[in-house]
């Protein structure tokens, strides 16, 4: 059995767990090492923490580019793959390279420019703003590393191949959790580089998956062939990527942006900005692992969509959303019991605690709903529908999230403002409902239906 035809052929509950479980472990190892990093940052001082979290929104932002391209390419290749038009199947993996540096340059070049007046926006700590600036010019001008990595791991997710983009990101994870001691606090030959010993380490990690990442690209067979050269950019190939690949990116983007709101409100208190950026590392131990879920379902949705199979295809949307309904509930119990101690993880203070316990028990409610958000994101994606999944995450991530935020802090202060999350997961579930059934009555009811007619 190929991997393509597994796709088509293997029991779906199976197949799920065979496809995702790499990249949930992937995603976990992620979670690891950016909760790792600021552990040791926050072990410099609180402020430090806060440097980290001010830049974090550029981090998502950037993240959110170049995995929103790259779900666009993976997209793509599914589906070419699954309709059996391979030469485009390969033609789509070729841009996603080109585009990766397109992509590289903006970021480079914000790095360079902007970097001190972004951390002076937010901050008048000297402290702050010059460790900041320093951490957020390295990441972006050796962001190259970044945007080929993920481009690279969704090409081979494309192909049913899930261990070996596991395989890169568990190389530079690892490389990163070894190396953040050592750069930070200057261990044995190191030198003690503070907070932007943490953002070479991330870095460095970086560069060993991309490598990791090319030598199992192109040191094997796969079911598409990339081109680094040798093709003319094609327009229409960039069209069709981003058609999925934008909203993805908007929808990815749009945390950033919530972010950026949510420290310039919170900014009269250190603290909570503090607060907040503990909790969305947190957070990710248990989002990425259903995020590494998603990976897995949307080449499956992608190639039976593409291969008009309906029953395979609804199979795996509601096998998915089970899954996820698990993790997270595991993740609400958790945040609930265990809130002190998640937070003693960054040298919380009395004052952090006393914000910080009340605000994970708050905005944990919001996990279940979400599980049901993100597959039906994927679903979205997978069938080509991209802006149905951007308007979902507006409303989650941004036009429910900031309004309340701020109406809350007015009404009741900072121990209402956490409520804004599940209140917006609410609104977020209620758009799904509505366009999960709307794109199944219009275009996924119907599927095969052409095929059994002319049997």
Known sequence: MTQENK??????????????????????????????????????????????????????????????????????????????????????????????????????????????????????????????????????????FVFIQVNTEKVLQATGNMLLPM???????????????LLIFGIGIFPEMGVVGAAVATVFGQFVSMCFGLMLLFGRKHLVNVKIKGFKLNWEIVKDIYNVGFPAMLMQSIGSIMLFCINGILAFSETAIAVLGSYFRLQSFIF??????????????????????????????RVGIMIAVVIMAIGTLIFLTFPTQLLGLFSASERMLEIGVPALRIICLCFIPASFGILTSTIFQATGHGMLSMWQALIRQLIGIVPLVWVLLKIGGLSLVWWAWPLAEILGTV????????????????????????G
């Open 431 to 454: 758009y799904s409902v509505i366009f999960i059934r709307k794109l199944y009555k219009k275009e996924i009811e119907s599927l095969g239906n052409e095929i059994k007619s002319l």
């Open 288 to 317: 990425m692992p259903v995020f590494g879920l998603n990976q897995g379902a949307m080449p499956i949705m992608g190639y039976n969509y593409g291969a008009r199979n309906k029953e395979r295809l609804m199979k795996a949307y």
């Open 7 to 144: 796709m088509g052929t293997m029991p779906i509950g199976r197949l799920m767990l065979t496809m995702s479980w790499p990249a949930m472990l992937s995603m976990l190892i992620q979670a690891l090492y950016n909760v790792v990093d600021s552990i040791f940052v926050a072990m410099i001082s609180e402020s430090a923490l806060t440097a980290v979290t001010l830049i974090f929104p550029i981090q998502m932002l950037l993240i959110s580019v170049a995995v929103g391209t790259g779900v666009g390419v993976n997209s793509l290749i599914a589906r070419r793959l699954g309709a059996k038009r391979y030469d485009e199947a390969d033609l789509a993996a070729s841009h996603g390279f080109r585009i990766s540096f397109i992509n590289w340059a903006v970021f480079a070049l914000f790095g360079l420019l902007f970097s001190k007046v972004y951390m002076s926006a937010y901050s008048d700590s000297l402290y702050i703003v010059e460790n900041g600036a320093l951490y957020l010019l390295i990441t972006t001008v050796f962001s190259l």
């Open 167 to 181: 395989i890169c990101s568990l190389s530079g994870a690892i490389v990163n959790i070894i190396f953040d001691p």
